[in-house]
Nanobody, 118 residues
Framework: QVQLVESGGGLVQPGGSLRLSCAASGMIFGFYDMGWYRQAPGKQRELVASITRGGSTNYVDSVKGRFTISRDRGKSTVYLQMSSLNPEDTAVYYC????????????WGQGTQVTVSS
């Protein structure tokens, strides 16, 4: 049974930083492309950053230069380092895993709240 467990969310002041973690289990981590999505109230869920099994990364324009996605195969964990946070980054952040061959093997974490406010 695949499980993705996010952690690291919380309340941070504008300009601050947070690091989100997503620990994966029940899967061969190296066979999955990983991503972080977010959903703000009243808005659609959007892809924030992704990293392939090979380590190639992609970011939505609004976070380029501020967020960094990385993965640790030994720990089966994907991270999202967020800096220079602003109130527009407030959302529930979700971890996503998609098998690199069978794209229907697509899994989500439960989400972690990030609130940027003074």
């Amino acid at each position: 049974q695949v499980q993705l467990v996010e952690s690291g969310g919380g309340l941070v002041q504008p300009g601050g930083s947070l690091r989100l973690s997503c620990a994966a289990s029940g899967m061969i981590f190296g066979f999955y492309d990983m991503g972080w999505y977010r959903q703000a109230p009243g808005k659609q869920r959007e892809l924030v950053a992704s990293i392939t099994r090979g380590g190639s990364t992609n970011y939505v324009d609004s976070v380029k230069g501020r967020f960094t996605i990385s993965r640790d195969r030994g720990k089966s964990t994907v991270y999202l380092q967020m800096s220079s946070l602003n109130p527009e980054d407030t959302a529930v952040y979700y971890c996503n895993a998609v098998h690199y061959v069978d794209r229907q093997r697509n899994y989500w974490g439960q989400g972690t709240q990030v609130t940027v406010s003074s």
